[in-house]
C-alpha cells in the first residue's frame, strides 16, 4: 500500500509541478491571486471586437460564395462544370 501511495505521491507532484510552470498553469495562478486578466484590458477587447467583425464579414462571404456554387447549374450562360473530357 505504500508503494502505491508512494508512486502517486512522485508521479502526481511531478505532474503538479510541470503545470504550475506551464502557461496554463501560471494563467491559473495569475487568476486565483486575483489578478486582472487580458480580458479586462480595453484594447484587447477592442481587438477582439475587431476580429469578430472580420470573421462576421468572412461567414457571409463563405455564404455568398456557397450560394453562388449551389445556384451554378440552374443559371444558364455558365458552364456545368463537365469538361467533356
Not at 38 to 51: K, M, S, T
Amino acid at each position: 500500500m505504500e508503494g502505491v501511495l508512494a508512486i502517486i505521491f512522485i508521479f502526481g507532484g511531478g505532474t503538479l509541478f510541470l503545470l504550475s510552470m506551464s502557461p496554463v498553469g501560471k494563467a491559473f495562478a495569475e487568476r486565483v491571486r486575483g489578478h486582472p486578466s487580458a480580458l479586462q484590458d480595453p484594447e484587447v477587447l477592442e481587438e477582439l471586437h475587431q476580429l469578430r467583425e472580420e470573421v462576421s464579414e468572412l461567414h457571409e462571404r463563405v455564404d455568398f460564395a456557397e450560394r453562388l456554387l449551389a445556384d451554378r447549374g440552374t443559371v444558364p450562360g455558365l458552364p456545368d462544370g463537365d469538361r467533356g473530357q
